[in-house]
T-cell receptor, first 116, second 112 residues
Framework: EAGVAQSPRYKIIEKRQSVAFWCNPISGHATLYWYQQILGQGPKLLIQFQNNGVVDDSQLPKDRFSAERLKGVDSTLKIQPAKLEDSAVYLC??????????????FGEGSRLTVL | KNQVEQSPQSLIILEGKNCTLQ??????????LRWYKQDTGRGPVSLTI?????NTKSNGRYTATLDADTKQSSLHITASQLSDSASYIC???????????FGTGTRLQVFP
């Protein structure tokens, strides 16, 4: 079974530039998550989708971050404009369940962003 | 406030030795507790998931325990191997909010 695919694995940009990350979850998984993991910290939830609807985006900095999952499968996370503090690993995870309480989460390898 | 605290922050052991990592949480009401292993530069991989009624769960050389009364969990690694070098993250699920609360992890280094 193919895992969660993310790209790019690494991205270096200058502040105020924009960047987009792509995630392809495990086939059939209804729920998709984007997490931000700053070095030395645990992952922080940015946004949770169930199919193509947003379940939780309370911690997404909406002035600069946006995410979509148009057809309930792939998802993209965009940052525009980037700030230095956005340097982090962006992890995508998917789950066959419709809620965090019941489902196992499968993580991708992450996209490491460095903002200079 | 729902929080998950892990200790120690980092740990160095010799290959073949055992070690125990700790996780304390204040999440309430509790749904389940998970341990993940995260290799450097990789995404987290699930080791165990325990619900309120489970005290112990094993996955190979990894054994997790849960004391829901004291809100503590531990992850015991037996006969450590070099490949055990990783960060171990404790994650607690809050029943009412359906949110996952992540600890900051314990960084384990196993030396030959």
């Amino acid at each position: 079974e193919a895992g969660v695919a993310q790209s790019p694995r690494y991205k270096i940009i200058e502040k105020r530039q924009s960047v987009a990350f792509w995630c392809n979850p495990i086939s059939g998984h209804a729920t998709l998550y984007w997490y931000q993991q700053i070095l030395g910290q645990g992952p922080k939830l940015l946004i949770q989708f169930q199919n193509n609807g947003v379940v939780d985006d309370s911690q997404l900095p909406k002035d600069r971050f946006s995410a979509e999952r148009l057809k309930g499968v792939d998802s993209t996370l965009k940052i525009q404009p980037a700030k230095l503090e956005d340097s982090a690993v962006y992890l995508c995870a998917s789950s066959p369940a419709t809620g965090a309480n019941t489902g196992e989460l499968f993580f991708g390898e992450g996209s490491r962003l460095t903002v200079l | 406030k729902n929080q998950v605290e892990q200790s120690p922050q980092s740990l160095i052991i010799l290959e073949g030795k055992n070690c125990t990592l700790q996780c304390n949480y204040t999440v309430s009401p509790f749904s389940n507790l998970r341990w993940y292993k995260q290799d450097t530069g990789r995404g987290p991989v699930s080791l165990t998931i325990m619900t309120f009624s489970e005290n112990t769960k094993s996955n190979g050389r990894y054994t997790a325990t849960l004391d829901a009364d004291t809100k503590q969990s531990s992850l015991h690694i037996t006969a450590s191997q070099l490949s055990d070098s990783a960060s171990y993250i404790c994650v607690v699920s809050a029943d009412m909010t359906d949110k996952l609360i992540f600890g900051t992890g314990t960084r384990l280094q196993v030396f030959p």
